[in-house]
Structures are given as structure tokens and as C-alpha cells.
């Protein structure tokens, strides 16, 4: 493929090089190449079952180890709010206020959602300020019928003159509305950090945001710095960082050629959360928890979430000790208390690495090696929920091309539908992921592993997507918790779906579990 000078400076200026474009471009002509999935993770069978006991004796080990731990909660933060308000915007611009009844407009649409939505517009944590904005900016409004009313609502809503939240980022969005204030998702979070990751009276946070949006969150925690750290007692190391510009990714047409702009420039996207491995690369502690930004719970469930979080954080740390344990002494070849069998087992039982299928025939020195390579990686313990329909990926024991496998995230996109069996084996899965991981990012000499080198660049996948009212393909990097993670450790725990309660779309904030009372 030919390049301009044009072309070539676009992509220097992008901090990428002409191999990187070239390799996606190829990518693109290759197709999504679908991982072998080998079984669904259920209980017992990939992901274990932790009772009270078992999580009251893991959390015991946290509280002990964390003072000597660099404690962290990672949150990609970077969404817009615009798809939370999807639906909201298809009425604004397709209910006609002169002539629309809203039960004809919802009659037409078939808009049942619509209708309860609007009907509990009241419930919503910034009704108050929705409703005065449309009382100041439409003279009109109190003497409105019903449909017209909600017409200027959604309007003050998404807009501006109005709060206009749909040009927020998702993290700056109003959440929970109590007795005192009002907490957006980002404000939310510091709450949340508190209870399961401050350490002498400091809790650290990073979030990944867009670079437009930055001033927009310092802003507000400038705003709310004082109620924070008076209501939790604690004080906020609070970090940003932007998804970067050398992890966007070319767009080709359905010829697989360059797809470009108006201009006839070449056109990028981002990458996807995949390319925030590099943010999580670059930042120092020991033990770094990951959530969404959107998947929050009120004050009165935040002693429940972290009840789980600290489990898993325990449940990490007794692992991680075991692998530093048995990489001591491979690196010594010590085998005076533990055999190799032992450490192979640990890597069978513990680790779900059925990697070794002949390793007993192998040298003393080629098993010591292959097990230091394949313990001394990353560690993630992750939370799984009990699939009820919520949308996302899931926990399955995978096969690479070399014949190993291990338990992976994996998205529906990554699946061969096409395939039967394939086909069988996703639809058995009882868990999903609910973006629920506490991760180890040192390895047993203390020093930080580069997250680079256990990445699996074939797990990127190609979706469609839209640009000036044209279909392009687009190509998505590994994702952070999927592809970006697929040569850690990973160990699946079950966690109750109560410690899920995400938003995404504006009207899961009218849920009960969004409600404070």
C-alpha cells in the first residue's frame, strides 16, 4: 500500500510508524480471528466458591499485609455520557411538540421504556436543577400540557440553556441524590475507595480520562474536596492520565482501504480500553484494584462491596505469596521441602494452567524453566456474577496455538458463532464479568512487570462503525481485561450480584439500587 508524504507525516505526527499501519492494515485483510474457547468457567470448574469463612480468613490477610503495600483503584473514566442518554435524544429529535401527543408518540415508537422513563422523571438525582432550567428558559413550560412539559425536560436535560449532561463525561454525571448533596460517579468513587483501599487515612485513585474532560474533573473535585475528606476522614492522592494518541488505530472501508475524511486524511480511533495498559503500566503500587467508573453503589451498600473487594484483594495476596514462594525456590533449585510435582500441581490447581500435558518428560532444567516463565507473570483475581442477562463478557478456559490454555475474559465478539460447537460452549456460561479485578503488578523480587510483554496482539478484533454517514471498519486493541491481560494469572471468584449495579443508560439511575432512601 502506497503512503503520501501527507499520509506518512499524519502518521508521524501520531507517534506511530508505517509498519504499525501496515500490520493493522493486514489485520483488517486477515479478519477477526476468533479464540478457541474449551470450556465455560463455572463453579468448581474455573471459578471457586468463597463462604464466609473462607472470605473472613482472606480479608484477615489484607488488613495484615496492606500497610506495606502501595494500595491503588485504577477507573477508566474517559466514556461520554451521550450513550446514556440515547433514547432521550431519538425523542427530542423526532417528537413534534406542536402536533405530538406523547401516547401517540409512544403508540408510533412502541416506546414502553420511554414511557415509564418519563413518567418517574422525578426519581432522577438532577430533576430539581432539570425542572428550574426548563421553568427559567421556556416561559411557556407551566402552562404546557404533559408532552410538551417533557418535550422542554429532556431538552433542559441534554442541552444547553440546561445542564446539558449529554456532552458530560460519564463520570461527572449526577448519580445519587442525598439528604445533604448530590454525588456524581466520580465523587461517588472516592466514597467507595475508602472502604476497602486506604491506608493511613489516604486513599490513592487514578483515572484514565479524556484530555478535554480534564479541567472538568479537577474542577469538581476542587468542588468537593472538603465534604469528602471530612465525611471519610481521609485524604485523596487522585491521579490522571489520557488514553495516548499512539494507540489509535487506522480505519479501512470494506475494501480494506484507507478510509479517509472529507480532506482525504487518513482517519483514526482510538483503540479501545485495551490501549489503557500502557496508563496502567506507568503507575507504581503493588496492589491496583479496577472498576468501571459507571458501576456504583449507594451509601447504605458500600460496607457489602467492600466486604468482596478486600476478599478478593486477600485472596490475591495468599496466591501471589504461594507463586513467590515456589519461584524462590526454583531459582534456588531447592527442593529439599517441595518437589516439582508440587509446584506443578500449585500451577494445575491454583493457577488453572494446563500447559503441562508431557512436562514430566522433560529435563529437571527445562521444567524449572518452563515453570519460572509461567508463574512469574502479572496476577489478577477477578470477580464473577451469575449471569442474570446483563450484557458483557465472561470467564472461559481458553486454547492457544501452541497448545496451552488458561482462564480468560472473553468478549461474545471474540467467539466463532458461526461455529456449533463454539457456539454450545458460550451459551453454557453461567458467570459474566462484571469488571470486578484486583490486580498484582510486581513480581516476586519486587520489582514492576512491563504489562507490555503479556499482551496477546492477536486477540484485537474488527468491529463496524460509522463516520459522516459511512460505514468503515474500525479495529479494536486487546481489550484492557481481555486480550491486553491474556498471559496473566488469573484466578475467577464468584462475587454476589449485588456488588453490580451499573448505568448504562440513564434510566437504570430510577432503579431501586440507585435510590437512596
Given at each position: 500500500m502506497k503512503f503520501s508524504q501527507k499520509d506518512i507525516a499524519q502518521i508521524q505526527d501520531k507517534g506511530l510508524s508505517l509498519k504499525e499501519i501496515e500490520d493493522q492494515i493486514a489485520i483488517f485483510k486477515r479478519g477477526n480471528k476468533p479464540v478457541k474457547i474449551l470450556s465455560a468457567a463455572t463453579l468448581g470448574h474455573g471459578i471457586s466458591e468463597i463462604d464466609t469463612k473462607q472470605a473472613d480468613k482472606f480479608i484477615c490477610i489484607f488488613e495484615d499485609l496492606k500497610h506495606n503495600l502501595k494500595?491503588?483503584?485504577?477507573?477508566?473514566?474517559?466514556?461520554?455520557?451521550?450513550?446514556?442518554?440515547?433514547?432521550?435524544?431519538?425523542f427530542v429529535e423526532n417528537f413534534d411538540p406542536e402536533n405530538d401527543s406523547l401516547q401517540e408518540y409512544f403508540r408510533r415508537n412502541e416506546s414502553e421504556n420511554l414511557e415509564q422513563f418519563l413518567s418517574n422523571l422525578h426519581k432522577l438525582p438532577f430533576y430539581e436543577e432539570t425542572l428550574s432550567s426548563a421553568i427559567k428558559n421556556y416561559p411557556d413550560f407551566e402552562n404546557s400540557s404533559e408532552g410538551i412539559k417533557n418535550y422542554y425536560l429532556v431538552r433542559s436535560?441534554?442541552?444547553?440553556?440546561?445542564?446539558?449532561?449529554?456532552?458530560?463525561?460519564?463520570?461527572?454525571?449526577?448519580?445519587?441524590?442525598?439528604?445533604?448533596?448530590?454525588?456524581?460517579?466520580?465523587?461517588?468513587?472516592?466514597?467507595?475507595?475508602?472502604?476497602?483501599?486506604?491506608?493511613?487515612?489516604?486513599?490513592t485513585l487514578h483515572f484514565t480520562v479524556s484530555?478535554?474532560?480534564?479541567?472538568?474533573?479537577?474542577?469538581?473535585?476542587?468542588?468537593?474536596?472538603?465534604?469528602?475528606?471530612?465525611?471519610?476522614?481521609?485524604?485523596?492522592?487522585?491521579g490522571f492520565s489520557f488514553q495516548d494518541q499512539n494507540t489509535d488505530t487506522i480505519a479501512?472501508?470494506?475494501?480494506?482501504?484507507?478510509?479517509?475524511?472529507?480532506?482525504?486524511?487518513?482517519?483514526?480511533?482510538?483503540?479501545?480500553?485495551?490501549?489503557?495498559?500502557?496508563?496502567?503500566?506507568?503507575?507504581?503500587?503493588?496492589?491496583?484494584?479496577?472498576?468501571?467508573?459507571?458501576?456504583?453503589?449507594?451509601?447504605?451498600?458500600?460496607?457489602?462491596?467492600?466486604?468482596?473487594?478486600?476478599?478478593?484483594a486477600g485472596n490475591?495476596?495468599?496466591?501471589?505469596?504461594?507463586?513467590?514462594?515456589?519461584?524462590?525456590?526454583?531459582?534456588?533449585?531447592?527442593?529439599?521441602?517441595?518437589?516439582?510435582?508440587?509446584?506443578?500441581?500449585?500451577?494445575?490447581?491454583q493457577l488453572s494452567l494446563n500447559f503441562l500435558s508431557g512436562v514430566e518428560s522433560l529435563s529437571e532444567e527445562e521444567q524449572i524453566h518452563k515453570l519460572k516463565e509461567l508463574i512469574n507473570r502479572p496476577l489478577r483475581v477477578c470477580g464473577m456474577v451469575k449471569?442474570?442477562?446483563?450484557?458483557?463478557?465472561?470467564?472461559?478456559?481458553?486454547?492457544?496455538?501452541?497448545?496451552?490454555?488458561?482462564?480468560?475474559?472473553?468478549?461474545?465478539?471474540?467467539?466463532?458463532?458461526?461455529?456449533?460447537?463454539?457456539?454450545?460452549?458460550?451459551?453454557?456460561?453461567?458467570?459474566?464479568?462484571?469488571?470486578?479485578?484486583?490486580?498484582?503488578?510486581?513480581?516476586?523480587?519486587?520489582?514492576?512487570?512491563?504489562?507490555?510483554?503479556?499482551?496477546?496482539?492477536?486477540?484485537?478484533?474488527?468491529?463496524?462503525?460509522?463516520?459522516?454517514?459511512?460505514?468503515?471498519?474500525?479495529?479494536?486493541?486487546?481489550?484492557?481485561?481481555?486480550?491486553?491481560?491474556?498471559?496473566?494469572?488469573?484466578?475467577?471468584?464468584?462475587?454476589?450480584?449485588?456488588?453490580?449495579?451499573?448505568v448504562k443508560t440513564v434510566a437504570d439511575l430510577l432503579k431501586p439500587t440507585h435510590q437512596p432512601k
Open positions: 494500595l491503588l483503584n485504577f477507573i477508566p473514566a474517559s466514556g461520554a455520557a451521550t450513550r446514556m442518554f440515547k433514547e432521550l435524544y431519538v436535560m441534554l442541552f444547553e440553556p440546561g445542564l446539558e449532561l449529554g456532552n458530560f463525561p460519564k463520570g461527572l454525571v449526577p448519580f445519587h441524590k442525598y439528604k445533604e448533596f448530590t454525588a456524581t460517579a466520580f465523587e461517588e468513587h472516592l466514597y467507595e475507595t475508602v472502604t476497602y483501599a486506604e491506608k493511613n487515612n489516604k486513599a484530555k478535554e474532560h480534564l479541567d472538568k474533573f479537577k474542577n469538581e473535585y476542587d468542588k468537593i474536596r472538603t465534604r469528602v475528606e471530612e465525611q471519610t476522614g481521609a485524604a485523596f492522592q487522585i479501512v472501508d470494506s475494501s480494506n482501504e484507507i478510509f479517509r475524511t472529507s480532506t482525504q486524511e487518513m482517519f483514526f480511533r482510538p483503540g479501545g480500553h485495551g490501549a489503557l495498559i500502557e496508563n496502567l503500566n506507568n503507575l507504581d503500587a503493588d496492589i491496583v484494584f479496577i472498576k468501571n467508573i459507571d458501576n456504583l453503589v449507594i451509601e447504605s451498600n458500600r460496607k457489602d462491596v467492600a466486604f468482596y473487594k478486600k476478599m478478593l490475591l495476596l495468599k496466591i501471589q505469596q504461594e507463586c513467590f514462594y515456589y519461584l524462590e525456590i526454583l531459582d534456588a533449585q531447592n527442593f529439599t521441602e517441595v518437589s516439582l510435582k508440587q509446584i506443578i500441581d500449585f500451577s494445575k490447581n449471569n442474570e442477562g446483563e450484557p458483557g463478557g465472561g470467564p472461559f478456559l481458553v486454547e492457544f496455538e501452541n497448545g496451552d490454555s488458561s482462564l480468560q475474559i472473553i468478549e461474545g465478539a471474540q467467539i466463532d458463532s458461526k461455529d456449533p460447537q463454539q457456539k454450545e460452549i458460550a451459551q453454557n456460561a453461567t458467570h459474566f464479568n462484571p469488571v470486578d479485578l484486583v490486580c498484582g503488578l510486581k513480581n516476586y523480587k519486587g520489582e514492576k512487570f512491563d504489562l507490555n510483554n503479556f499482551v496477546d496482539p492477536e486477540m484485537s478484533f474488527i468491529t463496524s462503525k460509522t463516520k459522516d454517514g459511512k460505514v468503515l471498519k474500525a479495529l479494536e486493541l486487546p481489550g484492557l481485561w481481555n486480550g491486553a491481560m491474556a498471559k496473566w494469572n488469573t484466578v475467577f471468584v464468584e462475587v454476589p450480584v449485588s456488588t453490580f449495579n451499573p
